[in-house]
């Protein structure tokens, strides 16, 4: 919520990949990781930004992590911050793994590749 890369990049594409595939093809996820600011990233705070943006693809709360304050899912993925796209195949195989700002066309161009790809 407080990441300017995730609201004014990462979350839109998001969508527009929500929005452009079909369901039964691409699953879209949202991870909100808490890593700084905890009093303000509640998530009462998340529902209210999910509503005001208007996202309609799931989105989790990552697990509080240990000592060093980064949640759990982002330490198993070696994420390095926000925005992160994590591409996985069908097999559940991490296909694509990006910080920072994605192109649009790579990031379709990748997703189609793996449409492609015949099922396990």
């Known amino acids: 919520m407080l990441c300017p890369g995730c609201v004014q990049h990462g979350l839109p594409q ?3 990949i929500h929005q452009i595939f ?4 691409v ?3 949202g991870l909100h990781t808490v890593f700084e600011h905890h009093a303000a990233m509640t998530p009462v705070s998340l529902k209210v930004f ?14 509080p992590g240990g000592t060093d304050g980064i949640p759990l899912t ?3 993925y070696a994420m390095r911050g926000t925005p992160t796209l994590i591409v996985i195949d ?7 793994q990006g910080f920072g700002q994605e192109d649009d066309m790579l990031v ?3 997703i189609a590749a793996l449409l492609a ?3 396990p």
């Open 108 to 110: 379709g161009a990748t």
């Open 50 to 63: 999910i509503h005001e943006y208007r996202l309609t693809f799931p989105i989790g709360v990552d697990a």
């Open 14 to 16: 998001a969508q527009k």
């Open 74 to 76: 982002m330490q198993a």
């Open 27 to 29: 699953a879209v996820l």
């Open 117 to 119: 790809e015949p099922a």
């Open 90 to 96: 069908r097999a559940g195989r991490t296909r694509h």
């Open 22 to 25: 079909a369901q039964t093809d």
